[in-house]
């Protein structure tokens, strides 16, 4: 059986994304900077894809930039706000120690250049606290970054009361919404952000795609200068069918919300409920305030990249953390963050489910997993030490 189980790095992208991406390639090629036709023709579909992306996010047309996906839009918002604070002499920037990679390292980045970056801790849930954002936010604050939901361990975090803070001592707020886009209602006027970042490919686009939502009248600059494009905000000939299939992906993965999150949400807990059968293991991440489709586990006494190997042999396509991490030794920084120490960290293992999953699959992962756990544990000199009493468990 194959089992793909690992929606957090990519989706399969949608027929009617497909569908979209062929028509527009073939009937809608012309340049939608150009004055012909054809140009103008291009141009609609680009601003009725920017009309749809911006309904599905209840922002305005104005409000949406496109991007060549998530990375770029984290990358622009941050920059944008810190250009701005610095004119203000206000450098100091509040992220949380779980943010994806093109979040921190913009971050570092800007360290490097003389900003202050405060990263807030999380709980072991891997919820941050709003009561530390309060506290980290000062006068010489420019920016507060939270992650709508978490991508290793699903965990969604309190964005909203961290926006209402920020709106209160004018600090701009921006939300990775990459994995929380087409997989949970989002707002951005409830929500109170000044800028979120999406990501087609997240939620069955095509790759390579996503879009920045920038409130009217917070700052933006531009990353790429060039041509006139998205009103001199980001230059270079948009990608048209990649920007109209993110639409239509956007378009199915909203109406289909509620019968999805319900539907994967119970496989789930299903295989939550299989898994955590397996003797000192333990959940990633809050029981009940995660994405629906997330199952992350550490296994003690085990390397999740064997385990990985193992399963993928077994036909299971799964992730031991975020995919910019694997293939690294060091252990993910959002296990280390909820308090998971290094040995620990080291076996993990991320499932990412979606509705396209069925039953069948996670009942093959709850017979195949286990197993796969058991054998490695059985090769395993830590287990062995763990057995015999040498060293102490830790799950
Ligand atoms: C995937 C992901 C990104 C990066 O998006 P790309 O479109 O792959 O650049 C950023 N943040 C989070 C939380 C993600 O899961």
Redesign the pocket.
């Known amino acids: 059986m194959q089992v793909y189980a690992d929606n957090?790095a990519t989706t399969k992208p949608r027929p009617a994304a497909l569908e979209t991406y062929v028509a527009t390639a073939t009937g809608t090629f012309g340049n939608p900077s150009s004055l012909h036709t054809p140009g103008q023709r291009a141009k609609e579909v680009l601003e009725d894809a920017r009309a749809r992306v911006a309904r599905a996010l209840n922002a305005e047309p104005r409000e949406i930039y496109f991007t060549s996906?998530?990375?770029?839009a984290?990358n622009q918002a941050i920059v944008s706000a810190a250009r701005a604070g610095a004119r203000k002499n206000k450098r100091r920037i509040v992220s949380t120690a779980i943010e994806?990679h093109?979040v921190l390292h913009t971050l570092k980045k800007l360290e490097e250049e003389g900003f202050e970056i405060v990263l807030l801790p999380v709980s072991p849930a891997g919820i941050v606290d709003v009561k530390e954002a309060e506290k980290a936010i000062g006068a010489d604050t420019c920016l507060v970054s939270v992650?709508l939901a978490n991508?290793e361990i699903g965990t969604i975090q309190p964005v909203k009361e961290i926006a209402a803070l920020c709106k209160a001592r004018g600090v701009l707020f921006h939300t990775?919404a990459?994995?929380a886009v087409g997989h949970l209602p989002v707002d951005v006027k409830d929500i109170g952000c000044d800028y979120l970042?999406l990501?087609a490919?997240?939620f069955g686009g095509v790759?390579g795609t996503?879009a920045l939502y920038c409130r009217a009248g917070a700052p933006i600059f531009p990353l790429i200068e060039g041509g006139a494009q998205e009103k001199n905000r980001r230059a270079g000939t948009e990608d048209l069918p990649a920007i109209a299939a993110m639409a239509a992906a956007l378009d199915e993965a909203v109406a289909r919300l509620p019968e999805a999150t319900k539907k994967t949400q119970a496989l789930r807990d299903m295989l939550i409920a299989g898994l955590e059968k397996v003797p000192h293991c333990a959940l990633n991440g809050d029981r009940t305030r995660r994405l629906a489709g997330n199952v992350s586990f550490c296994f003690e006494g085990i390397e999740g990249e064997s385990l990985l190997l193992l399963l993928d042999e077994a036909g299971i396509a799964a992730s031991s953390g975020s995919a910019c991490t694997s293939g690294s030794l060091d252990p993910s920084h959002v296990l280390l963050a909820i308090g998971r120490v290094h040995d620990v960290a080291h076996g993990s293992l991320r499932l990412t489910l979606n509705e396209d999953n069925t039953e069948e699959e996670v009942r093959y992962m709850i017979e195949k997993i286990p197993e796969t756990v058991n054998y490695l544990r059985g090769m395993s000199p830590v287990w062995r030490d763990l057995q015999t009493g040498k060293r102490q468990y830790i799950l």
């Not at 996906?69 to 770029?72: A, D, H, V």
């Open positions: 957090a996906g998530g990375s770029e984290d994806h093109a992650m991508n990775d990459v994995q970042a990501s490919h997240k790759r996503g």
